[in-house]
């Protein structure tokens, strides 16, 4: 059962490159996310999607950009890095509407570096 | 105000204790409540979800107080293996779920 899957695991980028996390759930969910946490921090939610198509932003979307152009892929792109943004970044599924009681499900983390 | 507000610990507790963590939300409307286990640069994982009634898996048992818009988790005979951060998660508007900061355990033999 694959579940959440995120590619790649680790990566270690230069100040002003680019690259695109991959995020793929076989669970045929609705809802994607992608959140990031730094050390001592708790889930802050980047961007999430609310279907195929469509993407909305979070709690600290600048530097980011989503897509969402099949129902089980959710890629998040980094245009430009920058050292602020080395983090650890989880992806997560859901079913379900807002008064159902379905979790989220996680992906198991990329460890991104940016020196 | 955060979403959700959690005790960051750390708690320090023998083996075999009872130990309780707490959790408050602002949200008065939000409808699902969840507690989460992240071990140490792993992905959250879900413990149990918490139904009005609270509810009991085993050693640990989760409790919903509306109208203090508050949550608990109780941890029973606690084990070397409880040691985590625990998540408090609470489900509002268009399925977006809000994290607690995390409360982190250490259980020492």
């Keep these: ?115 | 105000r955060k979403e959700v507000e959690q005790d960051p610990g750390p708690f320090n507790v023998p083996e075999g204790a009872t130990v309780a963590f707490n959790c408050t939300y602002s949200n008065s409307a939000s409808q699902s409540f969840f507690w989460y286990r992240q071990d140490c640069r792993k992905e959250p994982k879900l413990l149990m979800s918490v139904y009005s009634s609270g509810n009991e898996d085993g050693r640990f048992t989760a409790q919903l107080n509306r109208a203090s818009q508050y949550i608990s988790l109780l941890i029973r005979d606690s084990k070397l293996s409880d040691s985590a951060t625990y998540l408090c998660v609470v489900k509002g508007n268009f399925n977006k779920f809000y994290f607690g900061s995390g409360t982190k355990l250490n259980v020492k033999p």
Excluded at chain 1, 57 to 68: F, I
Aim: proline content about 4%; some cysteine.
């Design chain 1, 1 to 115: 059962n694959a579940g959440v899957t995120q590619t790649p695991k680790f990566r270690v980028l230069k100040t002003g490159q680019s690259m695109t996390l991959l995020c793929a759930q076989d669970m045929n969910h609705e809802y994607m996310y992608w959140y990031r946490q730094d050390p001592g921090m708790g889930l802050r939610l980047i961007h999430y999607s609310v279907g195929e198509g469509t993407t909305a932003k979070g709690e600290v979307p600048d530097g980011y950009n989503v897509s969402r152009l099949k129902k089980q892929n959710f890629l998040l792109g980094l245009e430009s890095a920058a050292p602020s943004q080395t983090s650890v970044y989880f992806c997560a599924s859901s079913s379900g509407h807002d008064y159902s009681n379905q979790p989220q499900h996680f992906g198991d983390g990329t460890r991104l570096s940016i020196l």
